[in-house]
T-cell receptor, first 118, second 113 residues
Framework: AQKITQTQPGMFVQEKEAVTLDCTYDTSDPSYGLFWYKQPSSGEMIFLIYQGSYDQQNATEGRYSLNFQKARKSANLVISASQLGDSAMYFCAMREGPFSGGYNKLIFGAGTRLAVHP | GAVVSQHPSRVICKSGTSVKIECRSLDFQATTMFWYRQFPKKSLMLMATSNEGSKATYEQGVEKDKFLINHASLTLSTLTVTSAHPEDSSFYIC?????????FGSGTRLTVV
């Protein structure tokens, strides 16, 4: 069963506008972490934001915020004031807790390619 | 903090030869490192989990004898692609656990000719 689902293969947004990238996850472990990474064409994986399952507040990092809806098992990434440099692949990932096999490893979604238009 | 360095960034090798890729944690000790493979326009696929001082744990379908992983110290893990074939051409990238963070190396683009 797919554990991380990103349903948007591609998205585009106008420069300076906000965009939401969707991510849903599936786990029975009460302890888990959710990540978003940006992958430009160079291939490097750039960490954007982290949300722990017990965190009460939604995570924010500059222009990035994570809309964490635990009951819905969703962890959408919101990018405010998009910039041309935001054009890249974006991956959602989950790390399950110690009660699951494979503690520590990250499981990735299929990714969303974001294009920012001037 | 929590920087992972990966070398080489690009490598071209002939079929039948072996290629070693290094992944180093620069400012922290990484007891566990992860090796991923990524095909063009696809997501990252976990190949194996590398634990310092013990044998690596391979994901289902990954050939242990083809992809040799060594984690001899708390700051270095290596992936050796043995007897490389053109179908091994891919982007390989490593990651480490550093608290809540999971920093990645910059990746290695392997081309087997």
């Amino acid at each position: 069963a797919q554990k991380i689902t990103q349903t948007q293969p591609g998205m585009f947004v106008q420069e300076k506008e906000a965009v939401t990238l969707d991510c849903t996850y599936d786990t029975s472990d009460p302890s888990y972490g959710l990540f978003w990474y940006k992958q430009p064409s160079s291939g490097e994986m750039i960490f954007l934001i982290y949300q722990g399952s017990y965190d009460q507040q939604n995570a924010t990092e500059g222009r990035y915020s994570l809309n964490f809806q635990k009951a819905r098992k969703s962890a959408n990434l919101v990018i405010s004031a998009s910039q041309l440099g935001d054009s890249a692949m974006y991956f959602c990932a989950m790390r399950e807790g110690p009660f699951s096999g494979g503690y520590n490893k990250l499981i990735f979604g299929a990714g969303t390619r974001l294009a920012v238009h001037p | 903090g929590a920087v992972v360095s990966q070398h080489p960034s690009r490598v071209i090798c002939k079929s039948g030869t072996s290629v070693k890729i290094e992944c180093r944690s620069l400012d922290f000790q990484a007891t566990t490192m992860f090796w991923y493979r990524q095909f063009p326009k696809k997501s990252l696929m976990l190949m194996a989990t590398s634990n310092e001082g013990s044998k690596a744990t391979y994901e289902q379908g990954v050939e242990k004898d083809k992809f040799l992983i060594n984690h001899a110290s708390l700051t270095l893990s290596t992936l050796t692609v043995t007897s490389a074939h053109p179908e091994d051409s891919s982007f390989y990238i490593c990651s480490a656990r550093a608290g809540t963070k999971s920093p990645f190396g910059s990746g290695t683009r392997l081309t087997v000719v």
